[in-house]
Structures are given as structure tokens and as C-alpha cells.
């Protein structure tokens, strides 16, 4: 836990692995009565982000962070990390945060969310019992389709999935996402990052196919939904590939998702849709090199003060 932030378990309805809570994050420099950023972490993920929340304080906004169920610090000793069936499961602790943020701030709110986060997000803000108090919302890097080569692989395991979780609930894939990624991210490695492996970890974890089918299910849903009506910022890399081994360009593309992929569906998630590319971003635009993720907040405060006028 950072000093800097305060850190509120959030206690949920069980579920079918029994206890479950989330964690609310605030930085201790909030002050109420202003806009605020709620800010959604991506799949093998957590909030360790405090430049980011630096970046928003500074300009004036009040920061939060929700660390969702079976993450970082929400994650319970009985549960399978990441693991869901239904992305629906994240309204309980989104609507509760939403409801906190805006009896302090009595404000607009704005959710931040990356990649999963983003997809969660984008979802929430269609069917969320809270959704009316926000009012923006800025996807990192969103993960609106999988990115799995080749193709054919990618489309049996969406189809596969369903039947398998039914018969094995926590069947799953390891090494589901390339550990090429968080070694370019952490200070130990190639990156300049200091996180929590134990949250984090250079292996990953399993994919599980019921998470697998519930990402699917809401991607197709996200799709087939009317555009939302708020103004959305959408961030993504300038360019991105899949590495087979550890050089260079992983520190300046998206090696996770596919970019162009991102903006053509991105495009349709709102009539009022902002796409914006960061030159030599990484897949979190916040944990690129420092001119691409200066970019990148630039791109966001400039975006706040046209939508004012």
C-alpha cells in the first residue's frame, strides 16, 4: 500500500467462491466539491499507478482508484486471482465507489479505465445501476477484441469456452498473456516500474475460460449495444505487433491488443468519440516512456477543456 492513499475495503455480497470484497483507493490530497477520476486497472492488474493520480490532482480533480474483486488487494486467499463469470459481478463494487466519489466530490465524475478495465467500464456505463453520475469516460487502451494469432485460435477458444467453464469452472490457459509485457514494465527487467509481482506477476495468470467467455460475451454485447451518450476519449499506441522474443520496439507499440482493431470499433462506443494515437506508447499508455505518457495526459486535459466549452 502506498502512503499517500487512503484504502477502504468494500464489503460485497458472497459469491460462489464465498467471501468477496473490493478495495477503494483515494488520494489523500483530495479535497471534495470537485470534478473526479475514477480510475479501472486491466486484467492481471492493480493501482500502482501514483503518477497518474499525481497528474489529475495537480489539474485540479479529485482521484480514485477501485481495485475490483480477486485483484490486488481485494484478492482473498480462497479465490482464483482475476476470475469471474460475468463481468456484470464488478456493478456491485463500481456502483458503490460511484456513490462514494459523489457524496464527496458532488461533482462530475469521469471513469478511467484500462484495457479489461476500459471493456468494464464501457459495459458499466450501459447498465449500471449508478451509471447517470458519470458523465466522461477515457479508455487506456481498451480491450474491446482479443488479439490472439493465429485467428482460428482466437475463435475457437471464444466458442470453446462456454462448454468448457460449464464442465470445468476453473479450467484455464497459463501464459496467457506474453511475459515479454510486464518484464518491459518492471524495474527489475527492461521497465521503470516498481509493482508487486505477488499482484502482478511476470508469469501471469491463468486465463480461465468462464473469464474468457464472459470478456467475449461483453465485447459482443458492447457491439451490438446503442452508442453511449457522453463524450468517451479513446487513447491507444501509434502502432502494435506480437513479439516472439524481447527487443527493443516492445518499449514504444502495444504488444498486447491491437490498435487499429481498438479504433475501429472505439469509433462507434459514443456519438461523441475522440481517438487519439500516442506515438511509441506501450500497451498502459500511463507506463510508456515519459514523452509518450506526457502525451498522453496532455491529450486528456486538452480533451477535458474542449468538451467545457
Same mark, same amino acid.
Given at each position: 500500500m502506498y502512503t499517500d492513499f487512503n484504502y477502504q475495503t468494500l464489503k460485497l455480497e458472497d459469491d460462489y467462491e464465498g467471501k468477496v470484497i473490493a478495495t477503494l483507493i483515494s488520494d489523500k490530497r483530495n479535497v471534495g466539491n470537485r470534478p473526479s477520476i475514477l480510475y479501472i486497472h486491466g486484467f492481471i492488474d492493480y493501482f500502482f499507478h501514483t503518477h497518474v493520480a499525481t497528474a489529475f490532482v495537480e489539474k485540479g480533480f479529485?482521484?480514485?482508484?477501485?481495485? $475490483?474483486?480477486?485483484?490486488?488487494? &481485494?484478492? $482473498?486467499?480462497?479465490?482464483?486471482?482475476?476470475?469471474?463469470?460475468? =463481468?456484470?459481478?464488478y456493478f456491485e463494487e463500481i456502483s458503490l465507489a460511484l456513490n462514494h466519489i459523489f457524496n464527496q466530490c458532488k461533482s462530475s465524475i469521469s471513469l478511467l479505465g484500462h484495457s479489461t478495465g476500459g471493456l468494464i467500464a464501457t459495459f458499466y456505463l450501459h447498465k449500471g445501476n449508478k451509471k447517470q453520475l458519470?458523465? +466522461?469516460?477515457?479508455?487506456? &487502451? /481498451?480491450?474491446?477484441?482479443? !488479439?490472439?494469432?493465429?485467428?482460428?485460435?482466437?475463435?475457437?477458444?471464444i466458442l470453446l469456452s462456454k462448454p468448457i467453464s460449464r464442465i470445468f469452472p476453473y479450467a484455464g490457459i497459463n501464459n496467457a498473456v506474453n511475459p515479454i509485457y510486464p518484464q518491459s514494465l518492471h524495474k527489475d527487467y527492461q521497465g521503470e516500474w516498481d509493482f508487486n509481482l505477488k499482484y502482478k506477476p511476470i508469469e501471469g495468470f491463468p486465463a480461465y475460460f468462464s473469464w474468457i467467455h464472459a470478456i467475449s460475451k461483453a465485447?459482443?454485447?458492447?457491439?451490438?449495444? /446503442? /452508442?453511449?451518450?457522453?463524450?468517451? $476519449?479513446?487513447?491507444?499506441?501509434?502502432? &502494435?505487433?506480437? /513479439?516472439?522474443? !524481447? =527487443?527493443?520496439? *516492445?518499449?514504444?507499440?502495444? =504488444? *498486447?491488443? !491491437?490498435?487499429? +482493431?481498438?479504433? *475501429?470499433?472505439? +469509433?462507434?462506443? &459514443?456519438? !461523441?468519440?475522440?481517438?487519439k494515437s500516442i506515438t511509441d506508447a506501450k500497451h498502459d499508455v500511463f507506463l510508456s516512456k515519459k514523452q509518450s505518457r506526457e502525451m498522453a495526459f496532455c491529450a486528456i486535459f486538452d480533451w477535458f477543456q474542449k468538451i467545457k466549452k
Open positions: 479529485d482521484f480514485y482508484a477501485l481495485e $475490483l474483486r480477486k485483484y490486488g488487494h &481485494s484478492l $482473498l486467499p480462497h479465490q482464483h486471482p482475476n476470475y469471474c463469470r460475468n =463481468i456484470e459481478e458519470v458523465d +466522461k469516460l477515457i479508455l487506456n &487502451s /481498451p480491450f474491446l477484441e482479443f !488479439n490472439t494469432q493465429p485467428k482460428i485460435i482466437q475463435i475457437l477458444g465485447q459482443k454485447q458492447i457491439k451490438n449495444l /446503442p /452508442p453511449l451518450q457522453l463524450p468517451v $476519449l479513446l487513447l491507444h499506441s501509434d502502432k &502494435s505487433f506480437i /513479439p516472439k522474443k !524481447n =527487443i527493443e520496439k *516492445v518499449h514504444t507499440a502495444d =504488444i *498486447v491488443l !491491437n490498435s487499429q +482493431k481498438m479504433c *475501429v470499433i472505439g +469509433k462507434d462506443l &459514443s456519438h !461523441n468519440t475522440v481517438i
